[in-house]
């Protein structure tokens, strides 16, 4: 569903992915783990067509995602992104913030939108919570909304990233169980997370990334817990015992 | 000046006055209209990352915030006539107002879509929005929030400064206060009247601007 081949970008001189290779298949959860600043937002951006790229392919539905072209907007609308800062839209509600890309991107009517976004806020554990803002809610609360929001577009695939990362403690626990819901629901995703028990628990493939690069991919059990590489070793030795 | 004297001129100047108070509001209301319109075009074009847009944007703005108000009205009403463009005195008050407070509005307009989360405006692509429909979805709305309380201190100076207008001769509220002052010599009454009447203009406007910055305050 999602291919990308041998993709190059570059910040400047900075070359942030350096010749990535990688597959999503329908309904597959593809978990990608490695250090800050080793590219993995940049290739989520670059599969969403907020960033351009300079060599290699992302191929989304077969379709090239090209930032530039017309058809980038219905590329979007098939695979939808959850960011690690909710980046909800601050002046409308939960419902208004669900319904906004189905009726303004979608053209979608109205009352058929509305019908769909309390579906998924019910299905978030957000029934309740539909006129409120943003700023009324919690972090977890606001996560739940944007992946809702991503959700209502029925799209193919969803992109999250990090999308616990700024999230307190005790809030983490209820945004991993709905994208748990979503994964076993057949959902296709691709996840940029630290969360090491989610990768384990809910992915069928785990890549890990350093400088830009795929280092090794693989089975969760098989990544996770006898890595091959000792760039893979050492990287999770330190997420999972950080205090040694 | 005693109160039965006041009320008595009141009466007899307040009409003048009225007319002229009327005046001022038609100019301050089109030269609102006329620097909120131009004042979004070169807040867009400062803010659209194209640099043949951004560079004439600048220097438009800034010329314009590098001349006084008094030259800007005399050059339109003035000059531009022996350059063939023929305009009556309170069409050139109003450009004029509209040109001079255009760019101050653009200042403002500026920083109200500096201020807008970029992270919105990438939620809003990756939705598969158009640009149209982020700029009047996501963009704008958020800026009028951020925009309201400094457009409205705008407005309240733009009616204030449209007693400039008085230089080129449009009939507004302080040109008529002037004429009947200096046909009747009564500075004291006529002058208090004038700013009395520029206070009920301009206090109603301090208020809708709190109301309406408490309004959409709320996120
Ligand atoms: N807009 C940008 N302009 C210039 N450099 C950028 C930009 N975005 C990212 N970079 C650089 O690209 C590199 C990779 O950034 P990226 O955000 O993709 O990493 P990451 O793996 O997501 O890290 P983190 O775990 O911290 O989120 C970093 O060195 C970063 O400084
Ligand atoms: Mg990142």
């Known amino acids: 569903m999602i291919e990308i081949e041998r993709l190059q970008k570059s910040f400047g001189t900075n070359r942030v992915l350096d010749g990535i290779s990688l597959s999503i298949r329908q309904g597959q959860v593809v978990c990608i783990i490695g250090p800050s600043g080793s590219g993995k937002s940049t290739l989520l951006r670059c599969v969403n067509g907020l960033e351009s790229y300079e060599g290699g392919e992302v191929r989304v539905l077969g379709k090239r995602v090209d930032r530039n072209s017309p058809e980038i907007r219905a590329t979007r609308q098939q695979v939808t992104m959850v960011f690690q800062r909710f980046n909800l839209f601050p002046h409308r509600t939960a419902l208004e913030n669900v319904t906004e890309g189905p009726i303004y991107a979608a053209g979608e009517d109205r009352a058929a939108a509305e019908k769909h976004a309390r579906e998924l806020l019910a299905r978030v554990g957000l029934t309740g919570k539909e006129s409120a803002y943003p700023s009324q809610l919690s972090g977890g609360q606001q996560q739940r909304v944007a992946i809702a929001r991503a959700l209502a577009m029925r799209p193919k695939a969803v992109l999250f990233d990090e999308p616990t990362s700024a999230l307190d403690p005790e809030l983490v626990g209820e945004v991993l169980t709905v994208m748990r819901d979503l994964a076993r629901e057949g959902m296709t995703m691709a996840v940029v997370t630290h969360e090491m028990g989610f990768a384990r628990e809910v992915a069928d493939h785990v890549v890990f990334m350093d400088k830009g690069r795929v280092v090794e991919q693989g089975p969760p059990a098989e990544l996770l817990t006898a890595p091959r590489e000792p760039r893979t070793q050492d990287f999770l030795r330190r997420v999972l015992r950080p205090l040694e | ?219």
């Open chain 2, 1 to 219: 000046m005693t109160w039965s004297g006041f009320l008595r001129d009141g009466q007899q100047f307040l009409p003048i006055l009225l007319q002229g108070v009327w005046v001022t509001i038609a100019v301050t209301l089109c030269a609102l209209l006329l620097s909120t319109a131009l004042g979004i075009v070169w807040a867009l074009m400062r803010t659209s990352g194209k640099r043949w847009l951004e560079w004439p944007a600048m220097l438009f703005t800034n010329t314009i915030r590098g001349i006084p108000i008094l030259v800007q009205l005399f050059y339109i009403y003035f000059v531009l006539p022996e350059l063939g463009v023929d305009l009556n005195a309170f069409q050139a008050g109003v450009i004029g107002l509209g040109v001079a407070y255009s760019a101050y509005m653009g200042e403002v307009f500026r920083a109200g879509i500096l201020a807008v989360d970029a992270g919105t405006i990438e939620a809003a692509e990756s939705l598969g929005m158009s640009r149209a429909r982020i700029l009047t979805r996501v963009v704008l709305p958020q800026a009028v929030r951020i925009v309201l309380p400094p457009y409205g201190n705008n407005l309240i100076m733009l009616l204030k400064d449209s007693s400039q207008a008085s230089v080129i001769t449009v009939a507004e509220l302080s040109t008529q206060a002037r004429l009947i002052a200096s046909s009747t010599f009564k500075n004291q009454e006529v002058w208090t009247m004038a700013a009395l009447l520029y206070l009920c203009l301009s206090i109603p406007l301090i208020i809708l601007v709190a109301r309406l910055e408490k309004r959409f305050g709320r996120r």
